[in-house]
Protein backbone atom coordinates (compact mmCIF):
# COMPACT_ATOMS: atom_id res chain seq x y z
CA UNK A 1 0.00 0.00 0.00
CA UNK A 2 0.91 3.50 -0.85
CA UNK A 3 2.09 5.54 1.60
CA UNK A 4 -0.84 8.04 0.10
CA UNK A 5 -3.01 5.69 -0.04
CA UNK A 6 -2.12 4.60 3.71
CA UNK A 7 -2.79 8.27 5.19
CA UNK A 8 -5.99 9.02 2.75
CA UNK A 9 -7.58 5.33 4.88
CA UNK A 10 -6.07 6.51 8.05
CA UNK A 11 -7.98 9.80 7.52
CA UNK A 12 -11.23 8.48 6.55
CA UNK A 13 -11.16 6.03 9.25
CA UNK A 14 -10.23 8.50 11.89
CA UNK A 15 -13.32 10.87 10.47
CA UNK A 16 -15.33 8.15 11.28
CA UNK A 17 -14.13 6.76 14.67
CA UNK A 18 -14.27 10.46 16.15
CA UNK A 19 -17.80 11.11 15.10
CA UNK A 20 -18.95 10.09 18.26
CA UNK A 21 -16.05 11.03 20.45
CA UNK A 22 -15.99 14.56 19.00
CA UNK A 23 -19.99 14.52 20.55
CA UNK A 24 -18.67 13.84 23.67
CA UNK A 25 -15.67 16.26 23.64
CA UNK A 26 -17.84 18.95 22.19
CA UNK A 27 -20.22 18.59 24.88
CA UNK A 28 -18.18 18.82 27.61
CA UNK A 29 -18.10 22.71 27.91
CA UNK A 30 -21.66 22.67 27.86
CA UNK A 31 -22.48 20.52 30.74
CA UNK A 32 -22.45 23.25 33.40
CA UNK A 33 -24.79 25.26 31.22
CA UNK A 34 -27.10 22.50 30.31
CA UNK A 35 -27.68 21.70 33.96
CA UNK A 36 -28.67 25.27 34.26
CA UNK A 37 -30.71 25.42 31.29
CA UNK A 38 -32.91 22.47 32.01
CA UNK A 39 -33.07 22.81 35.82
CA UNK A 40 -30.86 19.46 36.09
CA UNK A 41 -28.22 18.78 38.76
CA UNK A 42 -24.92 17.48 38.15
CA UNK A 43 -25.80 13.77 38.56
CA UNK A 44 -28.68 13.75 35.67
CA UNK A 45 -26.61 15.51 33.61
CA UNK A 46 -23.80 13.77 33.90
CA UNK A 47 -25.95 10.58 33.17
CA UNK A 48 -26.72 12.41 29.42
CA UNK A 49 -23.01 11.65 29.06
CA UNK A 50 -23.25 7.89 30.60
CA UNK A 51 -26.05 7.16 28.39
CA UNK A 52 -24.20 7.97 25.25
CA UNK A 53 -21.26 5.52 26.78
CA UNK A 54 -24.01 2.83 26.93
CA UNK A 55 -25.50 2.58 24.09
CA UNK A 56 -22.02 3.36 22.27
CA UNK A 57 -20.62 0.39 24.02
CA UNK A 58 -23.74 -2.10 23.25
CA UNK A 59 -24.14 -0.62 19.67
CA UNK A 60 -21.34 -1.95 18.80
CA UNK A 61 -22.07 -5.80 19.43
CA UNK A 62 -24.56 -5.68 17.10
CA UNK A 63 -22.53 -3.80 14.03
CA UNK A 64 -19.12 -5.95 14.08
CA UNK A 65 -21.47 -9.18 13.21
CA UNK A 66 -23.38 -7.59 10.65
CA UNK A 67 -20.39 -5.68 9.10
CA UNK A 68 -18.93 -9.08 9.04
CA UNK A 69 -22.24 -10.79 7.08
CA UNK A 70 -23.41 -7.82 4.71
CA UNK A 71 -19.98 -6.04 4.35
CA UNK A 72 -18.39 -2.95 6.16
CA UNK A 73 -20.21 0.21 4.27
CA UNK A 74 -23.68 -0.74 4.77
CA UNK A 75 -23.93 -0.63 8.65
CA UNK A 76 -21.63 2.46 8.21
CA UNK A 77 -24.34 4.43 6.53
CA UNK A 78 -27.14 3.30 8.69
CA UNK A 79 -25.33 4.41 11.61
CA UNK A 80 -24.46 7.61 10.40
CA UNK A 81 -27.91 8.07 9.67
CA UNK A 82 -29.18 7.83 13.05
CA UNK A 83 -26.65 9.61 14.99
CA UNK A 84 -27.87 12.42 12.47
CA UNK A 85 -31.10 12.10 12.98
CA UNK A 86 -30.91 11.43 16.58
CA UNK A 87 -28.22 14.90 17.14
CA UNK A 88 -31.31 16.74 15.60
CA UNK A 89 -33.81 15.38 18.39
CA UNK A 90 -30.76 16.69 21.00
CA UNK A 91 -30.75 20.19 19.76
CA UNK A 92 -34.65 20.17 19.98
CA UNK A 93 -34.72 18.66 23.61
CA UNK A 94 -36.86 20.44 26.02
CA UNK A 95 -35.55 18.49 29.49
CA UNK A 96 -32.90 16.57 30.67
CA UNK A 97 -34.71 13.17 30.33
CA UNK A 98 -35.66 13.61 26.30
CA UNK A 99 -31.58 14.64 26.38
CA UNK A 100 -30.54 11.47 28.18
CA UNK A 101 -33.06 9.18 25.90
CA UNK A 102 -31.79 11.20 22.56
CA UNK A 103 -28.23 10.74 23.65
CA UNK A 104 -28.54 6.95 23.91
CA UNK A 105 -29.85 6.16 20.42
CA UNK A 106 -27.34 8.89 19.04
CA UNK A 107 -24.50 6.75 20.79
CA UNK A 108 -26.31 3.42 18.75
CA UNK A 109 -25.51 5.60 15.66
CA UNK A 110 -22.32 6.51 16.33
CA UNK A 111 -21.33 3.22 17.62
CA UNK A 112 -21.17 1.80 13.87
CA UNK A 113 -18.01 4.76 13.77
CA UNK A 114 -16.02 2.90 16.50
CA UNK A 115 -16.57 -0.54 15.48
CA UNK A 116 -16.15 -1.25 12.29
CA UNK A 117 -12.66 1.29 11.49
CA UNK A 118 -10.52 -1.07 13.79
CA UNK A 119 -12.24 -3.97 11.71
CA UNK A 120 -11.17 -2.82 8.50
CA UNK A 121 -7.66 -2.22 10.11
CA UNK A 122 -7.62 -5.42 10.43
CA UNK A 123 -8.89 -6.46 7.14
CA UNK A 124 -5.68 -4.79 5.90
CA UNK A 125 -3.32 -5.14 8.01
CA UNK A 126 -1.54 -7.04 10.70
CA UNK A 127 1.46 -6.59 12.95
CA UNK A 128 3.76 -3.63 13.21
CA UNK A 129 2.03 -2.42 9.82
CA UNK A 130 -1.56 -2.77 11.62
CA UNK A 131 0.14 -0.87 14.98
CA UNK A 132 1.24 2.23 12.39
CA UNK A 133 -2.05 2.30 10.78
CA UNK A 134 -3.92 2.63 13.72
CA UNK A 135 -2.07 4.99 15.44
CA UNK A 136 -2.25 7.15 12.12
CA UNK A 137 -5.66 6.33 12.71
CA UNK A 138 -5.87 7.64 15.92
CA UNK A 139 -3.60 10.46 15.28
CA UNK A 140 -6.49 11.76 12.89
CA UNK A 141 -9.42 10.40 15.73
CA UNK A 142 -7.21 12.30 19.03
CA UNK A 143 -7.39 15.37 17.38
CA UNK A 144 -11.09 15.22 18.76
CA UNK A 145 -10.06 16.09 21.87
CA UNK A 146 -7.77 18.94 21.00
CA UNK A 147 -10.38 20.60 18.52
CA UNK A 148 -13.68 19.65 19.37
CA UNK A 149 -13.75 21.31 23.11
CA UNK A 150 -12.53 24.74 21.29
CA UNK A 151 -14.92 24.02 18.75
CA UNK A 152 -17.70 23.59 21.26
CA UNK A 153 -16.80 26.64 23.42
CA UNK A 154 -17.22 28.45 20.52
CA UNK A 155 -20.48 27.27 19.21
CA UNK A 156 -21.73 27.36 22.96
CA UNK A 157 -20.57 31.16 22.97
CA UNK A 158 -22.55 31.84 19.54
CA UNK A 159 -25.41 29.72 19.64
CA UNK A 160 -26.00 28.25 23.01
CA UNK A 161 -25.51 24.75 24.12
CA UNK A 162 -28.03 23.12 21.42
CA UNK A 163 -25.56 24.77 18.48
CA UNK A 164 -23.46 22.08 19.61
CA UNK A 165 -25.80 18.99 17.95
CA UNK A 166 -26.29 20.85 14.74
CA UNK A 167 -22.76 21.18 14.75
CA UNK A 168 -22.04 17.17 15.03
CA UNK A 169 -24.77 16.71 12.81
CA UNK A 170 -22.85 18.16 9.74
CA UNK A 171 -19.53 15.85 11.07
CA UNK A 172 -21.98 12.90 10.70
CA UNK A 173 -22.72 14.30 6.83
CA UNK A 174 -18.88 14.64 6.15
CA UNK A 175 -19.14 11.16 7.85
CA UNK A 176 -21.22 10.23 5.02
CA UNK A 177 -19.35 11.91 2.01
CA UNK A 178 -15.80 10.61 2.92
CA UNK A 179 -17.31 7.11 3.53
CA UNK A 180 -19.37 7.32 -0.23
CA UNK A 181 -16.39 8.76 -2.03
CA UNK A 182 -13.17 7.39 -0.43
CA UNK A 183 -13.26 4.24 1.25
CA UNK A 184 -13.67 0.97 -0.67
CA UNK A 185 -15.00 -1.84 1.03
CA UNK A 186 -12.47 -4.61 2.20
CA UNK A 187 -14.90 -7.44 3.44
CA UNK A 188 -15.32 -9.64 0.09
CA UNK A 189 -18.07 -11.21 -0.97
CA UNK A 190 -16.41 -14.34 -0.95
CA UNK A 191 -15.45 -13.62 2.40
CA UNK A 192 -18.74 -13.30 4.22
CA UNK A 193 -20.54 -16.41 2.77
CA UNK A 194 -19.84 -18.28 6.01
CA UNK A 195 -20.84 -15.50 8.52
CA UNK A 196 -24.51 -15.75 9.91
CA UNK A 197 -26.38 -14.87 12.68
CA UNK A 198 -25.31 -18.78 14.58
CA UNK A 199 -21.26 -17.85 13.40
CA UNK A 200 -21.69 -14.08 15.21
CA UNK A 201 -23.02 -16.27 18.49
CA UNK A 202 -20.84 -18.74 17.86
CA UNK A 203 -17.63 -16.23 17.38
CA UNK A 204 -18.64 -14.48 20.37
CA UNK A 205 -18.49 -17.92 22.48
CA UNK A 206 -14.95 -17.91 20.96
CA UNK A 207 -13.77 -14.87 21.87
CA UNK A 208 -15.29 -14.97 25.70
CA UNK A 209 -13.38 -18.13 26.12
CA UNK A 210 -9.70 -16.53 24.69
CA UNK A 211 -8.08 -15.27 28.03
CA UNK A 212 -5.87 -13.27 26.12
CA UNK A 213 -7.93 -11.44 23.86
CA UNK A 214 -10.17 -10.57 27.26
CA UNK A 215 -6.66 -9.49 29.32
CA UNK A 216 -5.90 -7.30 26.06
CA UNK A 217 -9.49 -5.98 25.84
CA UNK A 218 -9.45 -5.03 29.50
CA UNK A 219 -6.54 -3.43 29.94
CA UNK A 220 -6.58 -0.98 27.28
CA UNK A 221 -10.79 -0.77 29.07
CA UNK A 222 -9.21 0.04 32.39
CA UNK A 223 -6.74 2.50 30.60
CA UNK A 224 -9.08 4.18 29.25
CA UNK A 225 -11.46 4.06 31.64
CA UNK A 226 -9.33 6.49 33.51
CA UNK A 227 -9.63 8.96 31.12
CA UNK A 228 -13.32 8.27 30.84
CA UNK A 229 -13.24 9.45 34.39
CA UNK A 230 -11.91 13.18 33.81
CA UNK A 231 -14.43 13.51 30.48
CA UNK A 232 -17.17 12.95 33.06
CA UNK A 233 -15.24 15.45 35.83
CA UNK A 234 -12.81 17.74 34.51
CA UNK A 235 -14.89 20.48 33.14
CA UNK A 236 -17.02 20.44 36.74
CA UNK A 237 -13.89 20.42 38.31
CA UNK A 238 -11.82 23.05 36.04
CA UNK A 239 -14.74 25.01 35.76
CA UNK A 240 -16.38 25.10 39.12
CA UNK A 241 -13.88 24.83 41.27
CA UNK A 242 -10.79 26.01 39.85
CA UNK A 243 -12.75 28.80 38.28
CA UNK A 244 -11.69 28.53 34.43
CA UNK A 245 -13.68 29.76 31.51
CA UNK A 246 -14.75 27.07 28.80
CA UNK A 247 -11.74 28.27 26.40
CA UNK A 248 -9.41 27.84 28.86
CA UNK A 249 -10.64 24.46 29.80
CA UNK A 250 -10.98 23.47 26.39
CA UNK A 251 -7.14 24.40 25.91
CA UNK A 252 -6.20 22.67 29.44
CA UNK A 253 -8.15 19.60 27.90
CA UNK A 254 -6.55 19.26 24.42
CA UNK A 255 -3.13 19.65 26.30
CA UNK A 256 -3.66 16.06 27.56
CA UNK A 257 -5.11 14.83 24.16
CA UNK A 258 -1.66 16.40 22.17
CA UNK A 259 0.66 14.08 24.71
CA UNK A 260 -2.03 10.87 24.12
CA UNK A 261 -1.66 11.75 19.77
CA UNK A 262 2.11 12.57 20.09
CA UNK A 263 2.95 9.56 21.80
CA UNK A 264 1.04 7.36 19.52
CA UNK A 265 2.66 8.08 16.35
CA UNK A 266 5.86 6.24 17.50
CA UNK A 267 4.33 2.91 18.06
CA UNK A 268 5.03 1.40 15.01
CA UNK A 269 9.07 2.52 15.30
CA UNK A 270 9.25 1.40 19.11
CA UNK A 271 6.96 -1.96 17.90
CA UNK A 272 9.56 -3.22 15.48
CA UNK A 273 12.55 -1.85 18.04
CA UNK A 274 11.40 -3.76 21.15
CA UNK A 275 8.24 -5.52 20.38
CA UNK A 276 4.76 -4.71 20.79
CA UNK A 277 4.13 -6.54 24.12
CA UNK A 278 7.38 -4.99 25.59
CA UNK A 279 6.07 -1.55 24.57
CA UNK A 280 2.77 -2.05 26.74
CA UNK A 281 4.27 -4.13 29.58
CA UNK A 282 6.55 -0.66 30.16
CA UNK A 283 3.93 1.77 28.97
CA UNK A 284 1.34 0.79 31.52
CA UNK A 285 3.33 -0.02 34.33
CA UNK A 286 5.12 3.82 33.48
CA UNK A 287 1.40 5.33 33.82
CA UNK A 288 0.30 2.77 36.60
CA UNK A 289 3.79 4.74 38.60
CA UNK A 290 2.70 9.00 37.51
CA UNK A 291 -1.41 8.25 39.31
CA UNK A 292 -0.21 7.25 41.81
CA UNK A 293 2.00 9.79 42.20
CA UNK A 294 -0.96 12.30 41.37
CA UNK A 295 -3.36 10.71 43.30
CA UNK A 296 -0.90 11.05 46.74
CA UNK A 297 -0.43 14.69 46.18
CA UNK A 298 -4.17 15.23 45.81
CA UNK A 299 -5.03 13.07 48.41
CA UNK A 300 -2.33 14.93 50.94
CA UNK A 301 -4.17 18.18 50.27
CA UNK A 302 -2.49 19.49 47.50
CA UNK A 303 -4.70 21.14 45.66
CA UNK A 304 -2.78 22.93 42.43
CA UNK A 305 -4.33 22.75 39.01
CA UNK A 306 -0.86 22.90 37.49
CA UNK A 307 0.13 19.89 39.30
CA UNK A 308 -2.90 17.61 37.78
CA UNK A 309 -2.32 19.47 34.08
CA UNK A 310 1.35 18.03 34.48
CA UNK A 311 1.14 14.68 35.25
CA UNK A 312 -1.89 13.73 33.73
CA UNK A 313 -0.23 15.06 30.04
CA UNK A 314 2.68 12.51 31.27
CA UNK A 315 0.32 9.71 31.92
CA UNK A 316 -1.62 10.32 28.82
CA UNK A 317 1.36 9.74 26.80
CA UNK A 318 1.98 6.86 27.98
CA UNK A 319 -1.91 5.95 27.65
CA UNK A 320 -0.99 6.61 23.82
CA UNK A 321 1.49 3.80 23.46
CA UNK A 322 -1.12 1.57 25.19
CA UNK A 323 -4.68 1.53 23.98
CA UNK A 324 -3.48 1.64 19.88
CA UNK A 325 -1.25 -1.05 20.48
CA UNK A 326 -3.61 -3.68 22.71
CA UNK A 327 -6.03 -3.56 20.11
CA UNK A 328 -3.88 -4.83 17.63
CA UNK A 329 -2.60 -7.42 19.82
CA UNK A 330 -6.04 -8.31 20.51
CA UNK A 331 -7.15 -8.60 16.89
CA UNK A 332 -4.10 -10.22 15.80
CA UNK A 333 -5.01 -14.09 15.94
CA UNK A 334 -9.29 -13.30 15.02
CA UNK A 335 -8.67 -12.08 11.23
CA UNK A 336 -11.33 -14.16 10.31
CA UNK A 337 -14.01 -12.54 12.57
CA UNK A 338 -12.57 -8.75 12.58
CA UNK A 339 -15.49 -7.29 13.15
CA UNK A 340 -17.01 -9.31 15.60
CA UNK A 341 -13.95 -8.95 17.65
CA UNK A 342 -13.75 -5.83 17.57
CA UNK A 343 -17.38 -4.92 18.29
CA UNK A 344 -16.47 -7.04 21.49
CA UNK A 345 -13.72 -5.08 21.93
CA UNK A 346 -15.33 -1.62 21.85
CA UNK A 347 -18.66 -2.81 23.95
CA UNK A 348 -16.63 -3.81 26.90
CA UNK A 349 -14.07 -1.27 26.83
CA UNK A 350 -16.94 1.64 26.69
CA UNK A 351 -19.09 -0.42 29.05
CA UNK A 352 -15.91 -0.55 31.29
CA UNK A 353 -15.80 3.32 31.18
CA UNK A 354 -19.10 3.75 31.92
CA UNK A 355 -19.09 2.12 34.89
CA UNK A 356 -16.43 3.28 36.24
CA UNK A 357 -17.87 6.66 35.85
CA UNK A 358 -20.95 5.63 37.78
CA UNK A 359 -18.65 4.58 40.04
CA UNK A 360 -16.61 7.86 40.54
CA UNK A 361 -19.95 9.27 39.80
CA UNK A 362 -21.42 8.54 43.71
CA UNK A 363 -18.61 10.12 44.53
CA UNK A 364 -18.14 13.55 42.72
CA UNK A 365 -18.56 16.39 44.65
CA UNK A 366 -16.61 18.99 42.21
CA UNK A 367 -12.97 18.65 43.94
CA UNK A 368 -9.88 16.73 41.85
CA UNK A 369 -9.96 14.08 44.85
CA UNK A 370 -13.08 11.83 43.62
CA UNK A 371 -11.73 12.16 39.88
CA UNK A 372 -7.93 11.34 40.55
CA UNK A 373 -9.62 8.25 42.58
CA UNK A 374 -11.01 7.02 39.73
CA UNK A 375 -8.32 7.81 37.17
CA UNK A 376 -5.56 5.81 39.60
CA UNK A 377 -7.81 3.22 40.33
CA UNK A 378 -8.19 2.33 36.27
CA UNK A 379 -4.25 2.48 35.89
CA UNK A 380 -3.57 0.49 38.68
CA UNK A 381 -6.00 -2.34 37.57
CA UNK A 382 -4.34 -2.22 33.99
CA UNK A 383 -0.84 -3.18 35.74
CA UNK A 384 -2.57 -6.01 37.50
CA UNK A 385 -4.21 -7.06 34.09
CA UNK A 386 -0.58 -6.76 32.38
CA UNK A 387 1.01 -8.71 34.91
CA UNK A 388 -1.59 -11.63 34.19
CA UNK A 389 -1.77 -11.72 30.81
CA UNK A 390 1.55 -10.51 29.52
CA UNK A 391 3.34 -10.97 32.33
CA UNK A 392 5.92 -14.14 33.59
CA UNK A 393 7.52 -17.36 31.33
CA UNK A 394 4.64 -19.48 32.43
CA UNK A 395 1.85 -16.78 30.75
CA UNK A 396 3.87 -16.76 27.58
CA UNK A 397 4.21 -20.32 26.99
CA UNK A 398 0.70 -20.95 27.73
CA UNK A 399 0.11 -17.75 25.07
CA UNK A 400 2.44 -19.89 22.60
CA UNK A 401 0.38 -22.91 22.72
CA UNK A 402 -2.84 -21.65 22.62
CA UNK A 403 -1.69 -19.84 19.07
CA UNK A 404 -0.39 -23.15 17.93
CA UNK A 405 -3.78 -24.93 18.76
Not at 188 to 204: D, I, M, T
Not at 276 to 300: D, E, H, I, W
Request: charged share 10%; with cysteine; aromatic share 10%.
Amino acid sequence: MTSSRFFRIALVLGLLSAVGPFAIDMYLPALPEIGSSLGAAIGPVQMSLTAFFLSLGVGQLLYGPVSDMVGRKPPLYFGLGLFALASVGCALATDIHMLIALRFVQGLGAAAGMAIPRAVVRDLHTGNDAARLMSLLMLVFSVSPILAPLVGSAVIAFTGWRGVFWAVTLAAGAGLLATGAFLKETRPVQERVESSLGSAVRAYGLLLRDGHYLGLVFIGAFAMAGFFTYLANSSFVMIDHYGLSPTLYSLAFGVNAAAFIGASQFNGALGERFGLVRLVKFSVGACGLVMLAMFGYFASGGDQLEVLIVLYFIASAFMGFVIPTTSVLALEQHGAIAGTASALLGTLQMLTGALVMAVVGLFTDGRPLPMVAGMTAGALISVLLVWLTLGGPRTAARRAAEASR
